[in-house]
């Protein structure tokens, strides 16, 4: 138990369909991540929250939208997504934003149809 | 951007051997974690390492931040080592954390 909750474990969506992933960590962190795990490809950093508020945004399409509503909980939307978005998607947290040990919760394993 | 290369890329060994497991990278950094993944996924902070040396356990990892380089040292391996090992480096400049490829390892008994 890291104390970095993801939900759900598993998500399988169509295209036009729109879903949320959620994160929650216990560890009274102040940073909060997304990243993306792509078969045979390194983690990518897709977002990243530092007291709520949005401090890196990695060139990720707009069909992935963030939403961090206080230090606890990070949400990533989806809509629209393409089949090559399949992927695990990694939340993580940190006390600070800033060359801190990450923490990382078990992930979303998403498959898009 | 600073380049992380992770040595060697896969690795099978036998239930109570020893291993090593190299990270280079290619700029000054000051921050350099090693993290285990597990077969199903989950990612757990083994050490946060920017420079000296570090056990916990039968694993100990150093970091030689003047030669750009860190290793990763599993001693009397175990079944439930196996799964894929990454290094991540991030400097003043940026902030973030770039992962390596990974070394993939299987412990067999």
């Known amino acids: 138990e890291t104390g970095v909750t993801q939900t759900p474990r598993h998500l399988v969506m169509g295209m036009t369909n729109k879903k949320s992933l959620k994160c929650e960590q216990h560890?009274?962190?102040?940073?909060m991540y997304w990243y993306k795990q792509s078969a045979k490809k390194p983690l990518e950093l897709m977002f990243v929250y530092n007291f709520k508020e949005q401090t890196e945004n990695n060139s990720v399409p707009s069909r992935f939208s963030p939403e961090c509503p206080n230090s606890s909980h990070l949400f990533l939307h989806l809509h629209t997504l393409q089949p090559e978005d399949s992927a695990l998607y990694l939340c993580?947290?940190?006390?600070?934003?800033?060359?801190?040990?990450?923490?990382f919760g078990s992930g979303t394993q998403l498959s898009v149809l | 951007g600073i380049q992380v290369e992770q040595s060697p890329p896969d690795l099978i060994l036998q239930e109570g051997a020893n291993s090593t497991l190299r990270c280079n990278f290619s700029?000054?950094?000051?921050?350099l974690q090693w993290f285990h993944q597990n077969p199903w996924g989950q990612l757990i902070n083994l050490f946060y390492?920017?420079?000296g040396t570090k056990q916990n356990g039968r694993l100990s990892a150093t970091t030689v931040a003047t030669e750009r380089y860190s290793l990763l040292y599993i001693s009397s391996s175990q079944t439930t080592d196996s799964g894929v090992y990454f290094c991540a480096v991030g400097s003043s400049n940026t902030g973030k954390l770039i992962f390596g490829q990974g070394t993939t390892l299987q412990v067999k008994p």
């Open positions: 560890l009274g962190h102040n940073a």
């Open positions: 993580a947290s940190s006390r600070g934003w800033d060359n801190e040990k990450l923490f």
């Open positions: 390492i920017p420079s």
């Open positions: 700029d000054s950094v000051n921050n």
